[in-house]
């Protein structure tokens, strides 16, 4: 590998389907969901399905994603009770600021507010990442040069986001984005929050690493009409894959932030189709959307959670994952994460 690998030590997740990382996993790898009739209504009268997190109180907006936030970053965190926050940045993904309804006015007040809700206070290289699905990416990019270049021990990456929200339904569904009774091209909106600790790969085993990531930007994004070659995604896979050192038929399978829309999968086949020159017998796919529902910014890191757990209880399809996201804008990253057994 030519680049600098990552390794994911712990996860915290809360979700529609688990308020930690084991009952959400558990939940996706059997494929179970709790989609449900929202309080919002389509144009046709129906009631949109969505994936609710069902917390003690029913908390909504700004608040709901603080708390969210928190009860990942303290689950991530249990395992380490000796860090010190201090000494460990915090970069926390969001929702891009063009989305309709974004319900946070002020990011920095936001994470003012968090550190308030967990009663810590993190490193001073920490920092909003508003970029959605990409966010991971960008995030995991950020810690890499934290842990290469200013030496610290340890990155926390975390994130929270909802869909749920009256604008930001109204303006997918008038986009034919959202899953609807009019509509059935859409995806089924949710909310979340989840959080990974990553520090520098020491050669130990039994451990998820992350040992490439690439970007791209996509013309032809989902609001484009121009025709879709795949060309953002399959610059993101390539960089990623020359950063881990690898060829796209050195590996196994793969997870992706598709939710529903035919766009995304039609994007995914076309990468395919122009990076892998070794035959095949299998390369599936996972999208663990099909249990949360589409949760913006903190799909990414559910994706590398969901990955962790499959290592672990070795029931993934392989040691050699690729994994990829996209945002609405054409935003594109891509990561090829590595599950180092004991062999």
Same mark, same amino acid.
């Given at each position: 590998?030519?680049?600098?690998?990552l390794?994911?030590?712990?996860?915290?997740?809360?979700?529609?389907?688990?308020?930690?990382?084991?009952?959400?996993?558990?939940?996706?790898?059997?494929a179970?969901?709790?989609?449900?009739?929202?309080?919002?209504?389509?144009?046709?009268?129906?009631?949109?399905?969505?994936?609710?997190?069902?917390?003690?109180?029913?908390?909504?907006?700004?608040?709901k994603?603080?708390?969210?936030?928190?009860?990942?970053?303290?689950e991530?965190?249990?395992?380490?009770?000796?860090?010190?926050?201090?000494?460990?940045?915090?970069?926390?993904?969001?929702?891009?600021?063009?989305?309709?309804?974004?319900?946070?006015?002020?990011?920095?007040?936001?994470?003012?507010?968090?550190?308030e809700?967990?009663?810590?206070q993190?490193?001073?290289?920490?920092?909003?990442?508003?970029?959605?699905?990409a966010?991971?990416?960008?995030?995991?990019?950020? #810690?890499?040069?934290l842990?290469? =270049?200013?030496?610290?021990?340890?990155? +926390?990456? @975390? /994130?929270?986001?909802?869909? &749920?929200?009256?604008?930001?339904?109204?303006?997918?569904?008038?986009?034919?984005?959202?899953?609807?009774?009019?509509?059935?091209?859409?995806?089924?909106?949710?909310?979340?929050?989840?959080?990974?600790?990553v520090?520098?790969?020491?050669?130990?085993?039994?451990?998820?690493?992350?040992?490439?990531?690439g970007?791209?930007?996509?013309? #032809?994004?989902?609001?484009?009409? =121009?025709?879709?070659?795949?060309?953002? +995604?399959t @610059? /993101?896979?390539?960089?990623? &894959?020359?950063?881990?050192?690898?060829e796209?038929?050195d590996?196994?399978?793969?997870?992706?932030?598709?939710?529903?829309?035919?766009?995304?999968f039609?994007?995914?086949?076309l990468?395919?189709?122009?990076?892998l020159?070794?035959?095949?017998e299998?390369?599936?796919?996972?999208?663990?959307a099909?249990?949360?529902?589409?949760?913006?910014?903190?799909?990414?890191?559910i994706?590398?959670?969901?990955?962790k757990?499959?290592?672990?209880?070795?029931?993934s399809?392989?040691?050699?994952?690729?994994?990829?996201?996209?945002?609405?804008?054409?935003?594109?990253?891509?990561?090829?994460?590595?599950?180092?057994?004991?062999?």
């Open positions: 590998m030519s680049g600098f690998p390794t994911i030590t712990s996860v915290g997740m809360v979700t529609g389907v688990g308020l930690n990382a084991p009952a959400t996993c558990a939940a996706i790898r059997c179970i969901d709790n989609f449900q009739d929202t309080r919002f209504m389509d144009n046709g009268g129906e009631w949109i399905m969505g994936c609710e997190v069902p917390l003690e109180q029913p908390w909504r907006g700004k608040t994603l603080l708390k969210m936030a928190a009860m990942a970053i303290r991530c965190l249990q395992s380490y009770p000796q860090l010190n926050p201090k000494v460990t940045p915090m970069l926390l993904c969001l929702s891009e600021h063009e989305r309709k309804g974004r319900v946070i006015d002020d990011d920095n007040q936001f994470f003012l507010d968090l550190q809700e967990l009663q810590l993190f490193h001073e290289k920490s920092r909003i990442i508003a970029h959605g699905h966010a991971v990416g960008v995030a995991m990019k950020h #810690a890499r040069r842990i290469q =270049e200013f030496g610290c021990s340890q990155v +926390l990456i @975390a /994130a929270t986001d909802s869909l &749920l929200v009256g604008a930001t339904l109204a303006h997918f569904e008038e986009h034919e984005r959202l899953l609807t009774s009019n509509h059935s091209n859409g995806f089924i909106p949710g909310e979340a929050g989840a959080a990974l600790l520090e520098s790969y020491s050669g130990r085993k039994n451990q998820l690493v992350c040992t490439g990531l970007f791209g930007v996509e013309k #032809a994004h989902v609001y484009s009409e =121009e025709p879709l070659r795949a060309d953002g +995604l @610059a /993101a896979i390539k960089e990623a &894959l020359d950063d881990a050192g690898c796209m038929g590996l196994d399978f793969r997870i992706t932030d598709i939710s529903g829309e035919h766009y995304a039609k994007e995914a086949s990468v395919l189709l122009r990076l020159r070794k035959r095949k299998t390369f599936d796919i996972w999208h663990p099909d249990c949360v529902g589409e949760v913006g910014s903190v799909l990414g890191l994706m590398i959670g969901v990955l757990a499959a290592c672990e209880k070795a029931y399809k392989g040691n050699h994952i690729l994994a990829h996201l996209g945002d609405d804008d054409g935003k594109r990253s891509s990561m090829i994460l590595s599950w180092q057994g004991s062999d």
